[in-house]
């Protein structure tokens, strides 16, 4: 059984039109809020978690709609279409009428509207992957899924260092051009991905040749996929593991989107870097992730997720603590952040996977809600709790968060005991390049 790369590459452009945008919310907004409209540090993360409060209604709900959906389209195309429109349209009315506005109550009522929209359909993209591809593959799949997503990263970030100027005043920063090329790209995407993948053809394709559900069964070719395992309850030992992992996604998540939501005004005020600066040491980070998720998936099949998890979480929490040492800006810190990238590379190659491998065939949409309620929770009370700190104590305090609440992943980590599945080896290497039809 070999993994489609090609197929896989253009399911992953969902994934890449929303880490496009995701990349310039989380660097770009906070700066708006504080140099913009004034806000302090605490009432800044506050805003900013608002796509993570709305995320944890949002996801699961929109997961199980599309679950439940059946269209010429597919079940979760729809979705994606749709919601991608609605996003480029009140991306560009938040920009370009909101901001300019100067009124903070407008800017915050178009934002929220605008996470609403990406809140709907970003559970059918990540949905869209483990519909289409065989369980045995779906570790690879992920590297490969996460590789578009980081794409969309860099180019966010190559577009940052190329359109963003520097300001002697933050607050007249002109992100128009930088909009517009995201909005561009958010477009392209999804018109490439909605005219080259026929979602109910390949899931009908996969069914007939013999697809594994999520839990390792054959799918009978003459029965509902969809309605094999649906609704079925985990076994305990299973539902116990889940938790545990679930508990370590929240850990992980709380450590790295800290850093990444405040590092632009760290660098600011610790470093003293001015402009689109900061997009350095990120885009290393993001392209030693590139790089690396392939070989990853290729390294876990044969270690296992587990293994490779617990070995990016220790990796990250080094990252952390070192960093939080450095007292400016030196090569060695993008060194770090290539640590950085690689470790989340590891984690999200194999954690999602994992949660998918413990459900049920019916019940991925579900499933995929699930976990990204438990990151979403960890992202609503992260950028409050850091940027609490960071006001009231020091911007010092940002990496030995991190460092903290990595290193509890690691432990709860170590306590999953199930979804650990070896996707088969590959006899020769050339097959991991393997595009076929």
């Keep these: 059984m070999k993994l489609n790369y090609k197929r896989t590459m253009l399911i992953g452009l969902a994934f890449l039109s929303i880490t496009a945008f995701w990349q310039f919310y989380d660097n770009e907004i906070p700066k708006i809020l504080k140099y913009t409209f004034n806000l302090g540090e605490t009432a800044t993360g506050a805003i900013m978690a608002l796509d993570n409060i709305l995320a944890l209604f949002l996801l699961p709900l929109f997961g199980i709609i599309s679950d439940r959906s059946s269209t010429k389209l597919g079940k979760r195309m729809p979705f994606i279409t749709v919601g991608t429109i609605l996003s480029i349209v009140l991306f560009l009315v938040l920009m370009m009428v909101a901001k300019p506005s100067g009124n903070l109550g407008f800017f915050i009522l178009i934002l929220l509207l605008l996470l609403i929209a990406m809140g709907t359909y970003r559970s059918p993209a990540v949905s869209l992957m483990p519909d289409l591809t065989p369980a045995p593959l ?24 190329l359109l963003l100027k520097g300001s002697n005043d933050p607050a007249a920063t002109d992100y128009v051009p930088l909009v517009i090329s995201i909005v561009v790209c958010m477009g392209i995407s999804v018109i490439v991905l909605f005219f080259t993948v026929n979602e109910n053809r390949i899931r009908n394709q996969i069914e007939s040749e013999g697809g594994l559900n999520s839990l390792g069964d054959k799918i009978d070719s003459g029965a509902d996929e969809d309605n094999t395992n649906k ?14 992992l679930l508990f370590s996604v929240a850990f992980w998540y709380m450590a790295y989107n800290a850093v990444t939501t405040a590092f632009t005004r760290y660098v600011t005020e610790v470093w003293h870097l001015e402009g689109g600066s900061y997009a350095g040491a990120l885009m290393v980070g993001t392209v030693a992730a590139v790089l690396s998720y392939i070989p990853i998936g290729r390294i876990s099949s044969a270690t296992g997720r587990k293994k490779m998890i617990l070995a990016g ?44 491998e413990m459900s049920s065939s019916g019940d991925i949409g579900k499933y995929t809600g699930t976990y990204y309620t438990f990151s ?12 609490f700190l960071l006001e009231h104590v020091s911007y010092r305090t940002l990496f030995p968060y991190a460092f903290v609440f990595s290193t509890l992943a690691f432990f709860t980590m170590l306590m999953v005991k199930h979804g650990d599945s070896k996707p088969e080896m590959k006899k020769n290497i050339l097959e991991n390049f393997d595009v076929g039809d």
Excluded: C, D, H
């Excluded at 570790?139 to 860099?154: Q, T």
């Excluded at 609704?231 to 545990?244: I, N, Q």
């Excluded at 993008?334 to 998918?356: D, E, Q, T």
């Excluded at 979403?376 to 940027?387: E, R, Y």
């Design 138 to 161: 779906r570790s690879s799949a992920n590297a490969v899924i996460n590789l578009m997503g980081a794409l969309g990263g860099v180019f966010t970030l190559v577009m940052t260092m």
């Design 231 to 244: 609704g079925k309850k985990l076994p305990p030992e299973v539902f116990k593991s889940l938790v545990y």
């Design 313 to 356: 979480v220790l990796l990250m929490s080094i990252s952390y603590i070192a960093i939080a040492a450095m007292n400016s800006y030196s090569a060695l810190i993008n060194i770090l952040f290539a640590l950085i990238g690689i470790g989340w590379a590891a984690i999200n190659v194999n954690s999602y996977p994992m949660v998918v």
């Design 376 to 387: 979403m929770a960890a992202q609503v009370f992260t950028p409050i709790l850091s940027g």
